[in-house]
């Protein structure tokens, strides 16, 4: 069975820094590519990054690129998701995934809560 579980998220102030993990089991992990996803109320879940199965590319959202970092530690079963400098918008719940530009789980679970806010 197929299990992520994302930890991490907080209440932090604009200008702040969260380092989200999601915690992977059930599968051969190094084989995929992994991913963070985050769904914000009032909009649509959107790719936040992407990483492939050895860590060695990975692609970012444009409104994400350069405050946050993708990473993967694959004797550990588990990819980050370090968010500096954030901003209100970044306000969402977060979750992870295979897959690198799609998801290819067939669920989705709670994520981690992220809030910023003064």
């Known amino acids: 069975q197929v299990q992520l579980v994302e930890s991490g998220g907080g209440l932090v102030q604009p200008g702040g820094s969260l380092r989200l993990s999601c915690a992977a089991s059930g599968f051969t992990f190094s084989v995929f590519a992994m991913s963070w996803y985050r769904h914000a109320q009032g909009k649509e879940r959107e790719l936040v990054a992407g990483?492939?199965?050895?860590?060695?590319?990975?692609i970012y959202a444009d409104a994400v690129r350069g405050r946050f970092t993708i990473s993967r530690n694959n004797t550990k079963h588990t990819v980050f998701l370090q968010m500096n400098s954030l901003q209100h918008e970044a306000t969402a719940s977060y979750s992870c995934?295979?897959?690198?530009?799609?998801?290819?789980?067939?669920?989705w679970g709670q994520g981690t809560q992220v809030i910023v806010s003064a």
């Open positions: 995934n295979t897959g690198c530009r799609q998801p290819l789980g067939r669920s």
């Open positions: 990483i492939s199965n050895t860590g060695s590319n990975t």
